[in-house]
Nanobody, 122 residues
């Protein structure tokens, strides 16, 4: 059984930084791409960032490019999202997910965490 557990969410002010982590169980973590998505109240779940199985390729939504950094540690079966220069519009529940490839398409991801709340005040 594959489980993904996010942590690190919280309340921050605009301009602050926050680091999210996603711990995974199950075998062959390094065989899969990983992604971060977010969902704000009343909105669709949207792509934030993705990373290839090796960590050699990363992809970002335009709204976070230059501010967020996705990384992974295959020895520890974890994926992280470093979020800098936070904005109020970054407020959402953040989810990590496992996929066969690092795509923006949420339907390409087969396992999801329960999410962690990030709130950014102005």
């Amino acid at each position: 059984q594959v489980q993904l557990v996010e942590s690190g969410g919280g309340l921050r002010q605009a301009g602050d930084s926050l680091r999210l982590s996603c711990a995974t169980s199950g075998r062959f973590f390094s065989n899969y791409a990983m992604g971060w998505f977010r969902q704000a109240p009343g909105k669709e779940r949207e792509f934030v960032a993705a990373i290839s199985w090796s960590g050699g390729s990363t992809y970002y939504a335009d709204s976070v490019k230059g501010r967020f950094t996705i990384s992974r540690d295959n020895a520890r079966n974890t994926v992280s999202l470093q979020m800098n220069s936070l904005k109020p519009e970054d407020t959402a529940i953040y989810y990590c997910a496992r996929g066969s490839r690092p795509t923006k398409d949420r339907y390409e991801y087969d396992y999801w965490g329960q999410g962690t709340q990030v709130t950014v005040s102005s």
